[in-house]
């Protein structure tokens, strides 16, 4: 078995592929073709971008995979996360999870994103410079935090944003990645896992609370409680554990940074912004959240920003038996990674991939081998659909009710843990409230 060409060496493979993935993945596609082989610290990584091949791996038999290099996750999402199972214990999981994420109860969360919108937008006073991934990250965070617990209390919501922040400000990529650091020698390690401890502690005291409440709440936690495995066992305290760590540290983080991009693209292409003004113009200045879901330009807008600058530049398996791809024969132990990144920027699919052009969503749909941000065969995110909602009512509540300048022309996208976010998390001026923001109903945080 003869894997495909690709790039010589491991140390400066690996720090290309982490630190500038957007230079050297199309790099190598050009030199190599596709699919390409690179030879990264933890394994050996064939990577297409061709939707033959994405099909391929999507549609190949669940069992086919192991998960490519859990040690990196486990130390921050636990041992029984969606992101770090496979075989049996991740389809029963997946089973257990699937319906907190029903398109009712998602859309029964549609005004605590507005509120929570508002209520930090509120925050910013005219004039006044703000950091948009921080504005996100705060929105995200709240919202995760009521949607995924059904935490109202102002003070202990604020509690669990300081504690989550903290935890993700913790999280250096160094020692996720190479597992000697892993020591408390380290400083930046052991401040990780200071900081773990403070977020378990905090995440199995609220199972408590939940677990003592009254029957019948729609938080996702409630849910998961209530649920039953088919042997009619209920998930222990571990399993429940690793849930919530995974929503709360997955969900906010990548929502934050699109919402960041998206109005870092409306604000820099002012015939978006021209468009979608317009489009919402007749909803008035408080839209409602269930109109916003149905407006196809915004949605477009949401789309186009996680396809020009994706969260995640490849979905990454390991071939637990020999794997035909695009007429090679992948031998066992070899990881094979679709690429975000090069499908959402192959000519053939999107014309002009660099341009932000949200029309290209009202001419034609894309299918989930050529648009894939969220993933896709039988591990895609099952969060996707509450993210793309949340995503359209934020940006939609905020463009509607207030005039926002950008102060970053040129910005770029930066490794940050496993992520890709906007270097400098992009500058926004608050220039003028199309509307009163409403009664700040929610705490600062």
């Not at 996750?73 to 089973?95: E, Y």
């Not at 996720?176 to 930046?188: D, E």
């Not at 222990?236 to 990548?254: F, I, M, S």
């Not at 793309?388 to 926002?404: F, P």
């Amino acid at each position: 078995m003869t894997l495909p060409p690709g790039p010589r060496g491991t140390l400066l493979t690996t720090y290309r592929i982490l630190a500038k993935p957007f230079t050297w993945f199309p790099r190598w596609r050009a030199t190599y073709g596709d699919p390409f082989t690179t030879r990264a610290v933890n394994g050996t990584i064939v990577i297409t971008g061709e939707p033959e091949g994405i099909g391929q791996v999507f549609a190949a038999k669940p069992d086919t995979f192991d998960v490519f290099a859990p040690g990196a996750m486990r130390p921050v999402l636990g041992a029984r996360s969606l992101l770090v199972t496979s075989g049996p214990p991740h389809r029963r999981d997946r089973r257990l999870l699937a319906p907190t994420f029903t398109g009712a109860r998602m859309r029964a969360y549609g005004s605590t994103v507005q509120q929570v919108t508002r209520a930090h937008m509120a925050r910013v006073e005219a004039g006044a410079t703000f950091n948009a991934h921080e504005l996100g990250t705060g929105i995200s965070l709240e919202v995760i935090v009521r949607a995924v617990f059904g935490v109202e209390e102002p003070e202990r919501v604020g509690v669990f944003s300081r504690v989550v922040q903290d935890l993700a400000d913790a999280v250096h990529p160094a020692p996720l990645f190479f597992p000697a650091l892993q020591g408390r020698w380290f400083p930046p390690w052991v401040r990780f896992q200071r900081r773990m401890a403070a977020f378990d502690a905090l995440l199995l005291d609220q199972v408590a609370r939940t677990r003592a409440r009254a029957e019948g709440r729609e938080d996702v936690c409630s849910k998961v409680l209530e649920t039953r495995h088919e042997d009619g066992s209920a998930p222990d305290d571990e399993e429940v554990l690793g849930h919530l760590r995974t929503l709360l540290l997955a969900g906010h983080e990548t929502t934050a940074i699109a919402l960041a991009w998206s109005l870092y693209w409306v604000h820099r292409t002012p015939e978006v912004l021209e468009r979608l003004r317009a489009e919402l113009e007749p909803l008035g200045p408080t839209p409602d959240p269930a109109a916003l879901e149905r407006l196809p330009y915004l949605e477009g807008v949401v789309l186009e920003a996680l396809r020009i600058y994706p969260l995640l530049t490849e979905v990454l398996r390991v071939v637990k038996e020999p794997f035909e791809l695009l007429g090679r024969t992948l031998p066992p132990g070899t990881a094979v990674a679709p690429s975000v990144l090069l499908a959402h920027w192959r000519e053939e699919t999107f014309p002009e991939p660099g341009r932000f052009r949200p029309e290209r969503f009202l001419e034609r749909r894309f299918g989930p081998t050529e648009l894939l941000p969220f993933g896709g065969g039988a591990r895609r995110c099952l969060g996707a659909a509450f993210a793309t909602y949340e995503l359209k009512v934020a940006l939609g509540t905020l463009i509607a009710g207030w005039d926002l300048e950008l102060l970053d022309r040129d910005v770029t996208p930066v490794r940050r843990n496993f992520t890709m976010a906007p270097r400098g998390g992009v500058r926004l001026a608050l220039r003028a409230r199309r509307t009163s923001p409403g009664p700040a109903v929610l705490a600062a945080v």
